[in-house]
């Protein structure tokens, strides 16, 4: 005798219903992903503004590195408040850039997804 073997139609639907949430899931997370990529590529393009462009003080240089980067962000698109961008000069030309945000992602009535970025990148002036 043979039994029968398959989905049934309830376990199709239930499969369906899963499959969705986990698109609609990597849907708003991906974004949220290809934007903090977007923020290191932007901080890591402040190693290639020219020597020239930069004086003997490191708090005026601090300021032209972060004008800088607030130019870059907004070309690509990123609106981080330019209260969450710090510049620390460091010593012999090395200053560090540290970027911390949040971002919050609705994804279904009152239930969001809450992401935490604390980017800090470390970068060489003059070389």
Avoid: C, W
């Amino acid at each position: 005798m043979h039994t029968q073997k398959g989905m049934t139609v309830i376990g199709m639907l239930l499969t369906a219903a899963v499959i969705v949430i986990l698109g609609i899931l990597v849907m708003r997370v991906i974004p949220v992903y290809i934007e903090n990529y977007t923020i290191t590529r932007s901080i890591d393009a402040l190693k290639k503004i020219p020597a020239e462009d930069f004086s003997a003080d490191p708090s005026a240089n601090a300021q032209l590195l972060k004008s800088k980067l607030m130019n870059q962000l907004y070309v690509n698109g990123v609106e981080i408040p330019e209260n969450q961008i710090q510049v620390i000069p460091g010593n012999g030309g090395n200053f560090t850039v540290k970027i911390k945000y949040q971002v919050i992602k609705p994804v279904v009535s009152n239930a969001s997804l809450l992401f935490n970025f604390d980017v800090s990148k470390e970068v060489n002036i003059g070389k």
